[in-house]
């Protein structure tokens, strides 16, 4: 399948950084930035609601539905902790973020979450569970990448820009 312009996923765990990456990224290339979270919460893409962490479950369907129209002419950025509901064919470059669980701990304390959904968080974190969720497909590439600093930031858009470029 040929898009002029490349689709990329950016994932991982709540607090790595994807909004603030995926925003940076938009803002120095021609991409648009799908924050799918907020996709859910504006256009209700849920059925369910979790009491203990407070939150709605998305469903999977309707963030297909949302997203497949958007992500079929190319050349947006998808940002969203969870990933093996999607078309593989319609992602050309996985971007899974990763941070020391010591910074994921103080960014989700900053973030006033309860002390559950950071601990189910962390934990997420330590076993790399956004990592694996990621479909394998020998044509797509899965970069894991460092995101504790704005030093790892900057390095990561360097790299993911030099995709774009060369893309098609
Ligand atoms: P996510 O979208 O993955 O939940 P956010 O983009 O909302 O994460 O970032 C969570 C917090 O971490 C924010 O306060 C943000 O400013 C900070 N942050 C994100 N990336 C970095 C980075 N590379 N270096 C330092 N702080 C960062
Ligand atoms: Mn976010
Ligand atoms: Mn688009």
New binding site residues.
């Given amino acids: 399948m040929s898009r002029p312009k490349p689709n990329i996923l950016v994932t ?10 995926c925003e940076a990224l938009a803002a120095a290339s021609s991409l648009e930035h799908l924050e799918v979270s907020k996709m859910v919460r504006e256009k209700r893409l849920y059925r369910e609601w979790d009491d203990e962490l407070d939150c709605s479950i998305f469903d999977e369907e309707m963030v297909q539905d949302a997203l497949e129209p958007l992500l079929e002419s190319g050349g947006c950025v998808v ?1 969203f ?1 969870s990933s093996s509901f999607l078309d593989e064919s319609l992602v050309d470059l996985v971007v899974v ?1 990763r941070v020391d669980t010591s910074t994921l701990y103080d ?1 989700l304390e ?2 006033h979450y309860p002390e559950s959904k950071v601990k189910q968080n962390v934990e997420a974190e330590i076993f790399q569970s956004c990592l694996d969720e990621v479909f394998e497909e020998a044509d797509i590439q899965i970069w894991e990448m460092p ?4 030093e ?2 900057e390095e990561a858009l360097e790299r993911v820009l030099g995709f774009v470029r060369s893309f098609g």
């Fill in positions: 991982g765990t709540p607090g790595v950084g994807k909004t603030t990456f940002d902790h973020l960014r900053k973030r995101h504790d600093t704005e790892h930031m």
